[in-house]
């Protein structure tokens, strides 16, 4: 793609055009969510892995399944429990006999998909969990020795229940780093759920429409990494990942409250998050607003509290906060 800021505005524009009828699309099956809506298209547009966090019956899976049919992409759907196997998400080989000779044949799992939901992640073993590790670094699985591209693109939206915890696992921190974000799923407000009671108990709904492709959701993705980012919004982010380090961090509620804080992946993270929460706004470039607005859904999986944190009554969110405050 070319770099010329002629180029990036005219494709921003016809992107902002999509953009609108995307969002219709969803909304349309989805009430009352608009900023879920727009930090799951904004971790799609950075080509990331987002997690849904929030309790049931907010709609995490409707939109996983929405975004599959919105965006044209090829999706699969886990259900993780205690008993899946590695093999049951990457695939296995099986041993084959043709014409007197045997030889083994790789069957794909459900992973080979554009887009794979992983509902409830945290109940499946941290054995199981891992085979997702390297699918959503490297977008390949390796079976028996042998490497397998994944389709591209390849995103992977995980749920979880924050409220009922008996017989789950907690995800490890090198899975936890894979997402982009994590996206914390609340109530909705009044009118959109009146909204929504109107429209789901009556005659059934409209089924969602493709309003982009998969092909479309790739050059975007492109675009976003053509977007300029300007000195001081490097600055900003490199300033709030590395305050958000005990070891480096200024502020002395940090050195003595942050167990740990998060690596390098957070500051790419807000960099390409940044850039495209910008071209989803129809702007150009990202400012110092867009790396606040996501700071709390990038940093607060990557970072933890020390039991004096939590003894003193500090809580993350209001860290991160604190941090973001003093970015200006």
């Known amino acids: ?105 790789f069957v794909p799992g459900p992973v080979f998909c554009q887009l794979l939901m992983a509902d409830e992640i945290n109940r499946a073993s941290p054995r199981t969990q891992s085979a997702l590790l390297q699918a959503m670094q490297e977008q390949r699985v390796a079976i028996g020795g042998v490497e397998h591209p994944l389709p591209r693109p390849f995103h992977v939206l995980a749920t979880q229940n924050p409220i009922e915890q008996e017989g789950t696992y907690p995800l490890p921190e090198a899975q936890l780093d894979r997402f982009l974000l994590q996206v914390d799923v609340s109530y909705p407000d009044l009118a959109a759920e009146r909204a929504m009671l109107l429209a789901t108990t009556g005659t059934p709904e409209e089924p969602p429409v493709e309003a982009m492709t998969a092909a479309d959701l790739a050059m975007a993705q492109a675009l976003v990494r053509r977007l300029p980012v300007g000195e001081k919004v490097v600055d900003a982010i490199l300033s709030l990942v590395r305050g958000c380090r005990p070891e480096s961090a200024e502020d002395d509620i940090v050195r003595r409250h942050v167990a740990w804080g998060p690596g390098p992946r957070a500051a790419q993270a807000l960099m390409l998050a940044s850039r495209a929460r910008a071209l989803l706004g129809g702007r150009l470039a990202p400012s110092i607003d867009d790396v606040a607005a996501l700071a709390r859904p990038v940093l607060r999986h990557r970072m933890a509290l020390s039991f004096s944190a939590r003894a003193d009554g500090i809580l993350l969110p209001d860290l991160i906060d604190r941090l973001v405050g003093k970015m200006g």
């Open 1 to 105: 793609m070319n770099d010329d800021p002629n180029t990036i505005l005219a494709a921003t524009e016809a992107l902002g055009a999509r953009v609108v009828q995307v969002r219709a699309a969803i909304g349309r099956v989805i009430f009352g969510q608009d900023e879920v809506i727009d930090q799951t298209l904004i971790t799609l547009l950075s080509g990331g892995h987002v997690l849904l966090v929030g309790v049931p019956g907010l709609g995490k899976s409707r939109l996983v399944e929405t975004l599959g049919v919105v965006l044209g992409m090829a999706t699969k759907r886990i259900q993780f429990t205690p008993d899946l196997m590695p093999a049951d998400i990457v695939g296995s080989e099986v041993l084959d006999e043709t014409e007197g000779r045997r030889a083994f044949r």
